[in-house]
């Protein structure tokens, strides 16, 4: 099973709309409820950091019969150190983000907890491609 899902970079309100869509699908899948969870805040989690951070991204979701595996593309800023960006507490969000409760950093960290196989390539000026494999 493919989905394909646009994010709008800047639209707080809509942050969170395709991870809950990708929830939806995967409890009528009936994945086991931990699993299920770990992989949704993986995906919030890459959502909204595409919201906060990027112009515009993608979510591409495939779904096997024992593994997820989900590609988030953006066009954006890029990330210059990948290696800082994944230290708990760093972030490069603006202040108004964080006035919304966003840009703790921990985004990347949580994604990486949360799913079995994180990869993330970037261009600064262009973009980042971040691929979370979770197996069932």
């Known amino acids: 099973m493919e989905f394909n899902y646009n994010i ?5 309100s809509r942050a969170g709309t395709a991870s809950s869509e990708v929830k939806k699908i995967l409890k009528q899948l009936n994945v086991n409820p931990a699993v299920l969870k770990r992989i949704v805040v993986a995906l919030y989690e890459a ?13 591409q979701v495939s779904i ?22 994944m230290q708990e507490g760093y972030s490069t969000a603006s202040p108004e983000v964080r006035e919304m409760g966003f840009g703790a950093g921990m985004g ?10 994180l990869t993330i390539e970037s261009k600064v000026n262009e973009g980042t491609k971040v691929t979370m494999t979770t197996f069932f």
């Open 8 to 12: 709008e970079g800047g639209n707080f």
């Open 47 to 59: 959502e909204v950091n595409v919201v906060a951070h990027a112009y515009e991204g993608t979510m």
């Open 64 to 85: 096997d019969p024992a593994v997820i595996t989900v590609v988030i593309s953006d066009r954006g800023p890029g990330i210059p150190d990948i290696d800082l960006a």
């Open 108 to 117: 990347l960290p949580n994604m990486q907890k949360n799913c079995d196989k």
